[in-house]
């Protein structure tokens, strides 16, 4: 079984500056992936970056980027520039074929940016 | 590419009504994921179909219960509601393992049980 902890409920950073949000998890499995989904207040979930167990290299895109410490089981996002869009539930996910393709989350982080 | 789209966004229902919801995932998606999102629960899977087969089932009482068509849309169904049944559904489309196990998530059904 999968499990996947956030442990900052709320969390609050202003325009343009830099907040990380973290993820736990813990898994059997050696083939895995993981993701960070983004929850604006209209309710549609975004993916927002996803990494490969199997990769050493962090993901990144654009102002998103991870720190995957895979013995730690830690994978958290890094936001960088934070912009008012950026407001919304950040959820981390694991994923893997034994898992029956099905997404296990963590419980959120609710994140918002002010002026 | 168009989007996963789910219908109805909104739906009240009474209890012991029944209820079906619709997802058309992303061309070229196979597989279909459905998950239930409540404050208390966070998101919780319910399952998930590909090439018209349930693969994996959640931890959900038989009231629930889905299909995937040919055209790999799909729909669920939830039988005699009950109040905790109020909740957003989601739909998510993927590839899933045949390119890539990302989901993509549609705008969602906010179900109202009264």
């Known amino acids: 079984a999968q499990t996947v902890t956030q442990s900052q409920p709320e969390m609050s950073v202003q325009e343009a500056e830099t907040v990380t949000l973290s993820c736990t998890y813990d898994t059997s499995e050696n083939n895995y992936y993981l993701f960070w989904y983004k929850q604006p207040p209209s309710r549609q979930m975004i993916l927002v970056i996803r990494?490969?167990?199997?990769?050493?290299q962090n993901a990144t895109e654009n102002r998103f980027s991870v720190n995957f410490q895979k013995a730690a089981k830690s994978f958290s996002l890094k936001i960088s520039d934070s912009q008012l869009g950026d407001t919304a539930m950040y959820f981390c996910?694991?994923?893997?074929?034994?898992?029956?393709?099905?997404?296990?989350f963590g419980k959120g982080t609710s994140l918002l940016v002010t002026p | 590419k168009a989007g996963v789209t789910q219908t109805p966004r909104y739906l009240i229902k009474t209890r012991g009504q029944q209820v079906t919801l619709s997802c058309s995932p992303i061309s070229g998606h196979r597989s279909v994921s459905w998950y239930q999102q409540t404050p208390g629960q966070g998101l919780q899977f319910l399952f998930e179909y590909f090439s018209e087969t349930q693969r994996n089932k959640g931890n959900f009482p038989g009231r629930f219960s889905g299909r995937q068509f040919s055209n790999s849309r799909s729909e669920m169904n939830v039988s005699t509601l009950e109040l905790g049944d109020s909740a957003l559904y989601l739909c998510?489309?993927?590839?899933?393992?045949?390119?890539?196990?990302?989901?993509?998530f549609g705008p969602g059904t906010r179900l109202t049980v009264t």
């Open positions: 990494q490969e167990a199997y990769k050493q």
């Open positions: 998510a489309s993927s590839l899933a393992g045949t390119g890539g196990y990302e989901q993509y």
């Open positions: 996910a694991c994923i893997n074929s034994n898992s029956g393709y099905a997404l296990n």
